[in-house]
């Protein structure tokens, strides 16, 4: 496993040399920020707008495009990238702009749904590659899976990392994670691990949580 240690991104930059990536940035989300103003239930407030902290700071496109994943990445790396659907079209700017090019898209089926117009039952994985696709561990996979018990706000569920595990070799990075994973390098600002981030204030934008 690779070690590495702060909590700046130059410390995986300098290890390099990742043959999988899983990312889950933390995308931007219309009508949500440090406040999350919306219509309270309680008939007291008269239908009032009530302030609600969101789940965690968020970060605009151009900031996710901006790091330096490219330099983190062996040429045949796969990157296992979560959007959700509010940001799937901004998913592949930011794969281009890590040095990827897209294959496919991987779907998760949650047990359970949300949302303002559709009720959104999936989430996306866009899988991307560098260099030439291989796949030296397994290949023909389902593209979609289904979890049944739900995690916290946010976190992704351990059967997405089954599948990538059969599909991608080592060394694995795991880009704003929410836990420490047995022989993975992980990142991220809620994680206790051999790699931590911090999101800076000039990062944050109005955005929710995926």
Excluded at 13 to 22: A, E, K, N
Excluded at 61 to 78: F, Q, R, V, Y
Excluded at 176 to 203: I, M, Q
Aim: net charge positive; charged share 20%; hydrophobic share 40%.
């Amino acid at each position: 496993m690779s070690e590495a240690n702060g909590n700046s991104l130059d410390s995986l930059v300098v290890l390099s040399g990742f043959r999988c990536i899983v990312a889950d940035p933390p995308w931007p989300f219309k009508g949500t920020g440090a406040w999350n103003n919306r219509r309270s239930t309680d008939p007291k407030n008269n239908g009032n707008r009530k302030p609600q902290r969101v789940a965690y700071p968020t970060m605009t496109h151009t900031a996710i495009e901006a790091l330096p994943i490219a330099g983190m990445a062996e040429e045949d790396c796969h990157l296992w990238l979560w959007t959700d659907n509010t940001n799937l079209h901004a998913g592949f700017h930011v794969m281009q702009a890590w040095g990827f090019k897209y294959l496919a898209p991987i779907h998760w089926i949650k047990p359970a749904g949300c949302g303002m117009w559709w009720v959104h039952r999936t989430q996306t994985i866009l899988f991307g590659y560098r260099g030439k696709c291989r796949f030296p561990l397994a290949r023909f996979r389902p593209n979609l899976f289904t979890s049944s018990n739900p995690a916290r706000h946010s976190e992704k569920p351990g059967e997405a990392f089954t599948l990538i595990e059969s599909v991608s070799p080592g060394p694995r990075l795991e880009l704003f994670a929410r836990r420490p994973r047995e022989n993975w390098t992980v990142w991220g600002n809620e994680v206790e691990a051999n790699a931590a981030f911090v999101l800076y204030p000039a990062n944050n934008t109005k955005g929710g949580a995926t």
